[in-house]
């Protein structure tokens, strides 16, 4: 987070896992926290006009009271160490408790409880609103009921459709088409005339010399 820039610093959040920051049930903060704590420091302090916002969480072993209150102190501890040995501004460091509300497993194993014991810490534009530092107390289920199983509902019966009867075809007899008449070729035939006449023979007509007068 601490090379992350503004605009996308502010859609993230990092978790400090408590029984790094305190004893067992107690609102102390450990020697070894400091070195985190510093580093918060540096986040801050590299953005300055971000608000911070400490969030504590516990597990879900308890009463709910007793760990809403461990929740708040575990969170007011980190604030003070940021302001009065970091001199952090306290107006910029919103501190909420959430107890056993927010559980990030509900397992009974011990060892998969400690991940409900942590610190969160978000860097934000504004402080949050008078509805967001409400915590709403809700029960947390330790052992988480599977989903009901989903019944079928019985429906009408309908009645079975009619079983296929196979059916023979008949054979139906196919009638021949008659046979085409074939075009026949005639000679073609030509009106008789009449014979023609016959040449008649003509004998030529023989001049004979005429006498001619001296």
Not at 71 to 98: C, D, H, W
Not at 172 to 188: G, H, S, T
Request: glycine share 4%.
């Amino acid at each position: 987070m601490l090379n992350l820039p503004a605009n996308t610093l502010i859609g993230k959040k990092t978790m400090l896992p408590s029984d790094l920051l305190f004893e067992f049930n107690k609102a102390e903060l450990r020697e070894s926290a400091r070195v985190g704590l510093m580093k918060l420091g540096m986040l801050m302090d590299r953005n300055p006009e971000l608000y911070c916002w400490v969030e504590g969480h516990t597990d879900l072993v308890g009463g709910d009271e007793f760990n809403l209150n461990l929740s708040i102190k575990r969170a007011e501890a980190v604030k003070n160490y940021l302001v009065n040995s970091l001199k952090m501004p306290q107006e910029k460091i919103i501190t909420r408790g959430f107890g056993k509300f927010s559980p990030i497993t509900i397992a009974n194993n011990a060892t998969e409880q400690a991940a409900n014991r942590r610190v969160e810490i978000r860097m934000r534009k504004t402080p949050p609103t008078e509805e967001q530092r409400v915590i709403a107390p809700r029960k947390a289920t330790v052992i988480q009921e599977p989903p009901p199983t989903a019944t079928a509902i019985p429906e009408e019966e309908e009645p079975e459709p009619p079983k296929a009867i196979l059916v023979k075809p008949k054979r139906v007899p196919v009638e021949e088409p008659p046979p085409r008449a074939a075009p026949v070729e005639e000679e073609p035939t030509f009106p008789e005339l009449p014979d023609p006449p016959r040449a008649q023979p003509v004998e030529p007509e023989i001049l004979r010399a005429q006498p001619v007068g001296e």
